[in-house]
Structures are given as C-alpha cells and as structure tokens.
C-alpha cells in the first residue's frame, strides 16, 4: 500500500472515529461487494441497454430490480407501489403524408416537393388553398422600428421568410442556426394571424448545410412528455425548406437572394403578396405511447416539523440501448454506477436506528438520455414540493478513474479524474451546502472539483431541480474514453471509487437532513 493509501486511510479511520455510532453504521453497510453485485446485473446484456424500443424491455426490469431493493432495505414507498408512472410520447417524420404543393389560382398543381421538414419535430400541419405572402426575413426590431409585418396583411395566409436578420446578411455572416430567434420570428407571424409559416433556409448556405443537419436530427425519435388535451403545450408549428423552393415560389431563380440584399442594403423592409398562387401544406408524424416508471423510496425524519422537508437523492438507471449492429450499450458507469451507488446510500439511511430530522427521498429517474423526462416530470409532479426540497444530491456516473485512453477527452472541462478527485457541481443557492461539502471531503480524502462551467448545470437531471430554485449536488468522476460507447462495461469500473462516493453522499446528505437551519439565497 502507498504512503498515500495509508495516509488517506488513516485521515478516513480519525474521521469515522469522530463521528456518532449512528453514521458508523450507516457507512458500514455500504460495501464494494454489493455494488459490484448490483452492477454486474444492470449492466448485463440480459437488460439490452435500459431504453424503449428493445425487444426485452430492460428498463422495466431495471425498475422492478430497484424496487424489489428498495423494498427489502426497508424504504417506504413514494408513489403506487413505488413507481410513479410517467406518460411519454415518442415521434418521428411520416415522410409518406409530408408535402409542399404549389397550385395556380385555378387549382392546378404547378409543382409539389417533399423537401420540407415540419418543426417542432411532432408538428401535424394540413392547410389547403392558402395565399403566400413573402416578408424577407421575417424581422421585427423593436428600436429601430423595422418591422416586416407592419403593412402586410397577413390574417389566414402563409406567410414565407429566410432565416436570419438584414445585418446578418449585409455582412455575408456565414449561415447558422439561431432556434430563439427563429422560432421568436415564427411566433410573431402566428400572433399576427398567420395560418402558416414557410421558413426558408438562407441562399448563402449553398450546400444547404443547415437545412440538412436540420434534416439529420428530425429524423432520430423524439421523446417527450405525453400531456393530456385539456393541458396542451403551446406550439408554433412550421415548415423549413430551401431556397430553391422559395424561387420556384417567387417565379424566377436567384430571386430570393436579390430581394434579401435589397432589404439588407436598404435595412427596408419589402413585404408582398406572391400572386398567382396556393400553397398546401402536409405534415404528419408518427407517435408511439410510452409508460416510463420512476422508481421512488423514502425514509422519514424523525423531526415532527423538519421531516416535512426532505432531501432527495436521484440518480438515472435508463441508458441507450441497442445500437444498428446489435451491439448492447450496457451503460455501466453512465449510469449504472450512480443507479447502484443510490441503492447503497439508501441501504445506509433505512438501518440508522435513529433517522434524519428530515425526510430522505430516493429518486430513480427514467429517460435521461431522451431529454431528462422523468426528472422534468417529478419536479411537476413531486413527492414534496420544490419550497420543501432543500436539496438535491445527483449522482451521475461516479465509476471511473483516469486511464490514459481517456485522453480523447483531453479538451472538455470533464476529463475523467483520478482516484482522488470529483466533479462537484453546485449552484451556490445555498452556500452552506458547499461547504458541509467540502468539510466532508477533505475528510474522505477527497479533492472536490467545483470549476465546471455553469452550462453543465443543464446536463444531466439536476437541472430540473436547478430551474426550480432547489439547491444541487452534482457528483460525476466525469467523461472517459468508453463515454456513450457499447465498451461502457462493468469490467472498467473502480468500484472502490465508487464506495468512496457513496461515504460521501450519504455523510453530507445526513448533515444536510440534520442542518437546523438552511439558508437559502434563491428559491
């Protein structure tokens, strides 16, 4: 053993020593034996990679593992019988109901494409015998007055604009992709009573670059929440299509290019009914009805007031899959480890004799991969409200340690760590938080990382709390070389890494749920 190993052991024996019998135990029930044991079945290919769409459904076999668990440990359950059912719809393109149709004002058809692509992705769109309007970009600046709608009539018409803004194409700014821009422009030509919107992609993009990886994307499965009629999502929805359609539309090639340099180099708009024609417009999409299942546990405080705030654990057990070739993604660290880990945190809450002053929830989230639906769903639906959460600790992926190879990650701010560091992320709602933190894993031996950048806060299911005002704990060893990859197996894991991450939830997790009194600077 290293001079190190036998320091940190040490470091970690005085700590133990210093702490109640209570937390002592708790630390000793969780083992490398049983996280390896967990592990080695949910990663297994008997699971196929824990998602939708297999024709063994592993993710259902993952839930019934963890709530067969959670019930033997002795955690009462949080929702019916510990799964709280989540609603889910999955869609893609039906390229044989999609259509651009383009008719003269008799009805015939002068041409039809199915270069058009309907966004959002689960659009259904059937509009017949519409005029077309053309309104350049489709700009509105409110400072300077530039408005493409003001002397256009546009009630019950398509109406049709390029991407972009004026500047953009004075300046020859190479194309991209603005969503907030775009769909703000969408939005206003809606409000202004068009039935609706043909956005075209920019002729300076001559390969169509952005129309095609556009294009690309759409026609992966989308997943979302499934929300009933009464309870609708708002939505814009549109078509994208190419500039060539656009002049077949205007009547002459090279036509939209001339008339967007016009409006930029005056910074005038030039808004017109194109004559002569109709458009109809068809856009289907396929859907698929899903039940995910988050699997929730909880011990309760002990506290009669505190035990009405809790302190919730999560951690996703979902991954992607199988791949085109048949390869199982088996997802052992992303996120089988921080799926076991969980199980073993809460295996040490439910034998303390005596329990937190607050109530401790266990939250096994469903979906992460396909967009954090189950997180996004409990904070809509949660077993203690968001004001009575008063932290969230999420572990995702904390089985790894450094290995050379990972150095393809050499570039991003998460490199996978070495055995004594951990990516910590937080965001500050309560500094108390952070410190209790700290102080504990100085304790362990542990070296926190807190310097990711603030976008990671959206990366994984924290940020659901995140957006909610819920202080979070993010822990993640971070990314290696097997990252999304069917080589993510159990034989790469450093389960003791992976212990050491379990002392240190559940050690800052109890003091968190015994803290009298939390402060926090933003709810």
């Given at each position: 053993m290293s001079f190190a190993k036998s320091v940190q052991n040490i470091l970690f024996l005085l700590f133990v020593q210093s702490i109640c019998y209570g937390q002592k135990s708790g630390l000793e029930r969780i083992n490398v034996e049983d996280l390896k044991r967990h592990l080695t079945f949910l990663s297994s290919d008997s699971l196929q990679g824990r998602s939708f769409g297999t024709s063994i459904n592993g993710l259902d076999i993952a839930a019934d593992y963890l709530k067969t668990n959670a019930k033997s440990i002795g955690l009462a359950d949080g929702a019916d019988d510990y799964f709280q059912i989540i609603p889910i719809v999955s869609s893609q393109p039906d390229y044989e109901?999609?259509?651009?149709?383009?008719?003269?004002?008799?009805?015939?058809?002068?041409?039809?494409?199915?270069?058009?692509?309907?966004?959002?992705?689960?659009?259904?769109?059937?509009?017949s015998n519409a005029e077309i309007v053309f309104a350049g970009f489709g700009f509105i600046d409110e400072k300077s007055g530039y408005d493409e709608f003001k002397t256009l009539d546009i009630r019950g018409k398509i109406v049709m604009f390029s991407i972009g803004t004026p500047a953009w194409f004075q300046t020859k700014?190479?194309?991209?992709?603005?969503?907030?821009?775009?769909?703000?422009?969408?939005?206003?030509?809606?409000?202004?009573?068009?039935?609706?919107?043909?956005?075209?992609?920019?002729?300076?993009?001559?390969?169509?670059?952005?129309?095609?990886?556009?294009?690309?994307?759409?026609?992966r499965i989308d997943f979302n929440l499934e929300f009933p009629e009464k309870n609708p999502r708002e939505k814009n929805s549109f078509v994208l299509t190419t500039s060539y359609q656009a002049d077949l539309m205007l009547g002459k090639s090279g036509e939209l290019k001339n008339l967007l340099y016009k409006i930029s180099e005056n910074n005038k708009s030039n808004s017109f009914p194109i004559e002569g024609i109709r458009a109809n417009i068809k856009v289907k999409s396929k859907t698929e009805h899903f039940q995910g299942k988050n699997v929730i546990g909880v011990v309760e405080g002990s506290d009669p007031v505190l035990k009405n705030e809790c302190v919730v654990f999560m951690a996703h057990y979902d991954h992607l899959g199988?791949?085109?070739?048949?390869?199982?993604?088996?997802?052992?660290?992303?996120?089988?480890?921080?799926?076991?880990?969980?199980?073993?945190?809460?295996?040490?809450?439910?034998?303390?004799?005596?329990?937190?002053?607050?109530?401790?929830?266990?939250?096994?989230?469903?979906?992460?991969?396909?967009?954090?639906?189950?997180?996004?769903?409990?904070?809509?639906?949660?077993?203690?409200?968001?004001?009575?959460?008063?932290?969230?600790?999420?572990?995702?992926?904390?089985?790894?340690?450094?290995?050379?190879?990972?150095?393809?990650?050499?570039?991003?701010?998460?490199v996978v760590k070495d055995f004594d560091g951990l990516y910590t992320l937080t965001n500050d709602y309560c500094p108390e938080i952070k410190k209790i933190n700290s102080t504990i894993c100085h304790s362990l031996g542990l070296i926190p990382d807190y310097s990711l950048p603030t976008n990671f806060l959206r990366s994984s299911d924290h940020f659901s709390f995140h957006k909610n005002g819920v202080p979070i704990l993010n822990y993640s060893t971070g990314y290696h070389a097997d990252y999304h990859k069917a080589t993510d197996e159990v034989s790469r894991i450093n389960f003791d890494k992976m212990k050491r991450v379990a002392d240190l939830s559940f050690l800052v997790g109890l003091e968190i749920a015994n803290h009298k009194k939390l402060k926090t600077f933003k709810k």
């Open positions: 109901n999609l259509s651009l149709e383009i008719t003269n004002t008799k009805g015939n058809v002068i041409f039809k494409t199915d270069s058009i692509i309907g966004l959002p992705q689960e659009s259904d769109i059937d509009i700014e190479l194309p991209h992709w603005n969503n907030q821009l775009e769909t703000s422009k969408v939005k206003n030509a809606f409000e202004a009573g068009a039935v609706g919107v043909i956005l075209i992609n920019s002729p300076l993009d001559q390969e169509n670059n952005i129309y095609n990886r556009i294009r690309s994307w759409i026609d199988i791949d085109e070739n048949g390869d199982v993604f088996n997802g052992a660290d992303d996120n089988g480890s921080g799926t076991v880990t969980l199980l073993e945190v809460a295996e040490a809450f439910a034998g303390l004799e005596k329990k937190p002053k607050r109530s401790i929830v266990f939250l096994w989230v469903t979906n992460e991969e396909v967009g954090m639906l189950g997180s996004q769903f409990y904070a809509e639906n949660p077993l203690f409200s968001m004001e009575k959460t008063v932290a969230c600790i999420n572990i995702d992926m904390d089985g790894r340690v450094f290995e050379r190879r990972d150095t393809v990650w050499s570039k991003s701010p998460k």
